[in-house]
């Protein structure tokens, strides 16, 4: 159950000194205090909407949650491979209709409710079915699931309407958004209540947790997978990066994310910087670029065009290409990135590891003057208004210093921007129901197996979000999505990469690094290759 009210202003520790929290939040709460070095504080700037539920989150949830529970199938954190997770093994059958997951026996949910077993993934899987089901697997499992079958407690057989290649990338660490739900728990206390207290099986117990704040967790003994070796691990929410960085230099934080100046303040501190390369691909979302049974569809939007007018749509071309353009990309990573980035490669969702990726799709060229004469042309040289949400965002901590850049630039060719901040909470909810009210915003792109897992989400008018256009291109994504040979699989989704960067849908920025301080507590973590968030705290030692 959840522990009663704590004092938000200290914390206390075993010898029973107390210092102030920094934004009121506790760094430890426990009935029986333990000491600093039994326990790991995690700085996070940001998570999503908060629930711990694969059938409600996206990834944004992950950097919170994926401590307290285990996925089917896991990562290797050097490769992004596959590895056996609380599946041994999967296997498709009847021409990929068919799929057969073998579970690992004796796994234990937390708090005593016992084995988890097939009744469990069944029932995880088929929360998504519900029509207000929002994660970013639930359209996947509403289009193309039949029906699910248990013929032991440790077999899952799972029967789909066609072929489907794409479901173990479903129920994999980071990227897949299936981590197992007690369906015991769940039955007996509500959706609602174990929202704010989950139940796992994960190398982490969650203990308490203020919404919004903070959320402890002690750890598992002789978890089947790893033991921690912090006894303790808090993780809390800090969106300002100057608290992040005092938190680090006081040692009241053990791992945070550091980008800009806060780098080189953390190096003059003595923090040893973690780097993740290549983690993201950050570009401009435009919204308004959808379809016209959603609130946000603009077919008179500058940068959107109308569908059914060909001079319209190439207009609306020009003016993404010049407000690509117009955009200074070279200072963005020197500045703001401090060089831990680049501005290629770049593309979106298709990262160098996947098959058909090409070195010459880079970021456009910083060229103003051309961006006022393509303006011009489209029939705007007087520049028209847009709104931006200058937001903290899970992938794009920074966001809003790369906003305020892009807005200046914007600026210099006429352009009108109105700053209208929402915190990413609020308006990530609104960004997957298509009422953003036309508001842009940066984002970065976190890594699939192929670059069709992204786009099925993402630019798919069936897909669970809309962060780069809607409806445009689903007849390539059903097309690509049928195949099954993957060569061919990979010259199609070549084709339709070329086709997304030809057309300039979002303002590219470039790619960059992620970068953490770690106190010295840290002397080794292995984070997962390409994943721009914070993971894997078991592996913290």
Not at 511 to 530: D, E, G
Request: aromatic share 12%.
């Amino acid at each position: 159950m959840m522990a009663g009210p704590i004092n938000r202003r200290t914390f206390i520790t075993r010898s029973g000194a107390t210092a102030a929290g920094l934004l009121g939040a506790p760094l430890l709460s426990a009935p029986r205090a333990r000491a600093a070095g039994e326990r790991l504080v995690v700085a996070v700037g940001q998570w999503g909407i908060e629930t711990p539920f694969a059938w409600r989150s996206s990834q944004s949830e992950k950097t919170l949650w994926d401590c307290a529970y285990d996925p089917l199938i896991m990562r290797d954190p050097k490769t992004f491979e596959y590895r056996p997770g609380l599946a041994t093994e999967w296997k498709p059958s009847h021409e990929l209709r068919t799929w057969t997951f073998k579970l690992r026996s004796g796994v234990q949910f937390h708090e005593g409710f016992g084995e988890m077993t097939a009744e469990d993934v069944k029932f995880t899987v088929e929360q998504n079915l519900k029509p207000d089901s929002q994660g970013g697997s639930a359209p996947f499992f509403r289009t193309h699931l039949e029906r699910i079958e248990t013929p032991d407690k440790h077999t899952v057989v799972m029967h789909f309407k066609n072929r489907v290649w794409e479901v173990p990338s479903n129920f994999t660490q980071f990227v897949g958004y299936q981590n197992i739900t007690s369906k015991k728990y769940i039955e007996s206390v509500g959706e609602d209540k174990a929202s704010l207290h989950p139940i796992g099986t994960g190398p982490f117990r969650h203990v308490e947790g203020k919404q919004g704040d903070y959320h402890r967790f002690e750890a598992v003994a002789s978890h089947w997978r790893k033991t921690p070796a912090f006894k303790e691990l808090i993780i809390r929410r800090i969106p300002d990066p100057a608290t992040r960085l005092a938190g680090l230099r006081s040692g009241e934080i053990d791992i945070g994310n550091v980008f800009g100046d806060y780098l080189d303040q953390a190096r003059k501190a003595g923090l040893r910087i973690h780097e993740t390369p290549n983690a993201a691909c950050h570009w401009v979302v435009l919204q308004g670029q959808t379809t016209p049974d959603r609130e946000d569809y603009c077919p008179t939007c500058p940068w959107a065009g109308d569908p059914s007018d060909p001079k319209s749509l190439e207009n609306a071309r020009k003016v993404r290409l010049a407000l690509n353009l117009a955009v200074n990309k070279k200072t963005i990573v020197s500045a703001l990135w401090k060089g831990m980035g680049s501005e290629a490669p770049f593309m979106y969702w298709y990262y160098p590891f996947h098959k058909g990726f090409k070195t010459d799709w880079k970021v456009p060229p910083y060229d103003p003057e051309r961006a006022k004469k393509l303006l011009a042309e489209a029939g705007h040289a007087g520049g028209f208004e847009v709104r931006m949400n200058p937001m903290v965002m899970t992938y794009a901590l920074d966001g809003p210093d790369m906003v305020e850049a892009v807005a200046l630039d914007w600026e210099k060719i006429g352009i009108k921007v109105r700053r209208v901040p929402e915190a990413f909470s609020n308006f990530l909810p609104k960004n997957r129901a298509r009422k953003t009210n036309k508001t842009h915003w940066v984002y970065g792109s976190p890594p699939f197996d192929e670059p069709v897992l992204g786009w099925q989400r993402a630019i798919y008018s069936k897909g669970a979000f809309n962060i780069l256009c809607d409806g445009a291109y689903d007849e390539d994504v059903d097309t690509i999505s049928r195949e099954l040979d993957t060569d061919k699989r990979a010259r199609m989704t070549q084709a339709l990469g070329q086709r997304l960067y030809d057309d300039y849908r979002g303002v590219m920025l470039g790619m960059r690094s992620l970068t953490w301080a770690v106190s010295k507590k840290v002397n080794s973590w292995q984070t997962l290759v390409y994943v721009p968030l914070e993971n894997n705290y078991e592996y913290v030692g």
